[in-house]
């Protein structure tokens, strides 16, 4: 990527957009996730309310550490304000195990904190 730069390549140029992208590949990864979940009461419910929720985040994955740093907010249909959130988690030896710790805000304008660990198996 040097030698591209030194013989006057702009950093625009598509030329290093690939070899920085090459570079990162190595060692992160990066996510944008968007979800919206909208519910609905049965049929038979005493109650008629419909509701709905949205979240998007940016997560980044260190690939060499296993460990992944997620920057998001959400909102729904009860909330007046979007409501940011950050979290990182840690897998712990190849995977199966992992430690989570989140900060977010609440509806009400408190901080919500949290620390988990978690177990994951498949077959």
Not at 13 to 33: H, I, T, V, W
Not at 44 to 54: L, V
């Amino acid at each position: 990527m040097e030698a591209l730069i030194q013989r006057g390549v702009m950093p625009s140029d598509p030329r290093l957009a690939n070899e920085r992208s090459n570079c990162q590949k190595q060692s992160e990864r990066q996510e944008l996730q968007n979800g919206l979940a909208v519910s609905s009461p049965l049929p038979n419910a005493t109650t008629r309310n419909h509701g709905w929720t949205s979240n998007q985040s940016l997560r980044f994955n260190v690939l060499p550490t296993d460990t992944s740093v997620s920057l998001g907010a959400n909102i729904s249909s009860t909330d007046e304000k979007w409501l940011p959130s950050l979290s990182a988690e840690q897998k712990l030896f190849g995977g199966p195990f992992s430690v989570t710790g989140s900060v977010s805000e609440t509806p009400t304008g408190e901080t919500a904190k949290s620390l988990t660990a978690g177990f994951k198996r498949q077959w």
